[in-house]
């Protein structure tokens, strides 16, 4: 089937956002209390997934002038966190809608899903179109349970270290955000850099590295709701 079938096109969609969907619901269970806009959560995952097509050519452009594969990883990851950042503070700077600490780790995890859906689909119209299901199949269980996990937990990381810097200083604020980023920036890289030594093999290292990041974020994500002005 050429790469332009629906039907190839449909399971790369269906393969790719699903997951990411699962993802959002597992994660904005954390803010049930005060639930944020559909609307704005569905306008930020989109533009999560609008974000890809602006990280693609940034990428190949590292890849053709960076011959040091590992810098060439962590200038990867830079891109993706970078842009995934701002791609949520053109839509909520100054926004109404940011009236607690828990609102930044939930609008950041939302972009990161939206990011990763799109990327999925990217990386499972291959093996489809070349009709091995089978392989396209494996490719989607994989980055359900590793890439998309990990663009939520390292682009959430900048959502918490900005939500935990939410009654200080605009000084404090930049300064906790810059190092969110470098927090982000990290993971993602240490993720790459699994995936690559592996070869995709030895993957319960990654999964085990992704799940304690995981609970960490859980347990920072209870400190914010617990975050009050003094």
């Known amino acids: 089937m050429p790469i332009g079938d629906p039907k190839i096109l449909l399971f790369a969609f269906l ?28 306008m930020i995952f989109i533009m999560g997934m609008i974000s890809v097509i602006f990280v693609i050519p940034l990428e190949r452009l590292v890849e053709t002038h960076i011959a040091h594969h590992n810098l ?43 990011f990763a859906a799109l990327e999925n689909m ?5 093996p489809f179109n070349l009709g091995n299901s089978i392989v396209g199949l494996l490719t989607g269980q994989l980055r359900f349970l590793g ?17 935990l810097s939410f009654y200080m200083s605009q000084a404090k604020k930049t300064l906790y955000a810059f190092l969110g ?5 990290v993971l993602h890289s240490v993720f790459n850099f699994f995936i690559m030594k592996n070869e995709g093999g030895d993957f319960m290292k990654v ?15 209870e400190k914010l ?3 009050c002005r003094k």
Do not use: C, N
């Open 181 to 185: 980023i470098i927090i982000a920036i």
């Open 15 to 42: 393969a790719g956002v699903i997951p990411a969907i699962f993802w959002l619901f597992f994660w904005l269970r954390e803010d049930k209390k005060k639930q944020e806009p559909k609307g704005l959560l569905t």
């Open 225 to 227: 709701r617990k975050i």
């Open 72 to 114: 060439e990883l962590v200038l990867w990851a830079s891109i993706e966190e970078i842009v995934k950042y701002f791609a949520v503070m053109l839509i909520i700077y100054r926004s109404q809608y940011i009236d607690e600490p828990i609102d930044w780790p939930i609008y950041l995890i939302t972009v990161a899903l939206g």
């Open 147 to 163: 890439s998309t996990l990990l663009h939520a937990v390292a682009t959430g990381t900048i959502g918490m270290a900005i939500g």
């Open 207 to 221: 999964f085990a590295f992704l799940w304690v990041v995981t609970i960490i974020i859980m347990l920072l994500l």
């Open 122 to 126: 990217l990386f499972l119209i291959e």
